[in-house]
């Protein structure tokens, strides 16, 4: 999304990034960003917290509009309630393994099968 906004901004059409991960989006270099500091696919905020995610696609919006220099990010503050989830985000361990092995051959079994429907 980083790239695609660089490209609009070249075009004339301002544009702004909603998201979780601020080192890979700043080091694209997008000319406005709205971080949310939350687990990764959660960007607007929490599952069925409508108040929040209205309030960060607003500073959204806003920043749209009042970005004074290139590069700007708005850190929201929201928070996601406990972080414990940093300390389970993206664990692989021998207690998760399995599972995970199971769930990604999974997967792969499942793009297979509609790469072959696909085929014909």
């Known amino acids: 999304m ?3 906004a660089r490209h609009l ?4 059409i301002a544009t702004v990034i909603i998201g979780c991960a601020q080192d890979i989006v700043e080091t694209a270099g ?3 960003f709205v971080f949310v500091d939350y687990p990764l696919g959660n960007p607007v905020g929490r599952p069925g917290e409508v108040a929040e995610q209205r309030s960060t696609v607003e500073a959204a919006l806003e920043l ?10 708005r850190r929201m503050a929201h928070t996601w309630g406990s972080d414990e989830w940093r300390a389970v985000y993206m664990h692989v361990g021998d207690d998760n393994r399995a599972e995970l092995a199971e769930a990604g ?7 297979a099968a509609r790469r072959a429907k696909a085929k014909g």
């Open 105 to 111: 051959r999974l997967r792969q079994e499942k793009q």
């Open 2 to 4: 980083s790239l695609i």
């Open 64 to 73: 749209v509009s009042t970005a004074v220099a290139p590069r700007m990010t």
């Open 9 to 12: 901004e070249e075009a004339g």
């Open 30 to 32: 997008v000319p406005r």
